[in-house]
């Protein structure tokens, strides 16, 4: 459970960098700062029960993953063939991870 909170604030976070305009504006960089402060301390929780490598992987991808589709759905990024085959390699890469390498 905290991994899932640790990757659900860390894409807020990651989410709202835009609306800082380089850290100018306060309020957006006051939540950027507070998504990543409680992302870092889910994930140290996390890693107590979790391989760090896998909580990591895990993280990474599906926060990048993540990231991708809101870029695509609320912000207007393009979605190449690329971008798609990438994160498509990312949860691949995820899944492996935990159906092999999850274990203590």
Known sequence: MFL????AVEVVGTSLLKATEGFTR?????????AY???FVFM??????VP?????????GLGTAAIVAIGAV???????????I??????????????GGASH
């Open 4 to 7: 899932v909170l640790a990757i």
């Open 26 to 34: 306060f309020w957006p960089t006051a939540g950027v700062l507070i």
């Open 37 to 39: 402060t409680l992302a």
């Open 44 to 49: 140290a929780q996390s890693v107590k029960e």
């Open 52 to 60: 760090v490598g896998v909580a990591y992987a895990m993280w990474s």
């Open 74 to 84: 609320f912000l207007g990024e393009p979605l190449s063939v690329q971008k798609v």
């Open 86 to 99: 990438g994160v498509g390699l990312v949860i691949a890469g995820v899944v492996v991870l935990n159906l």
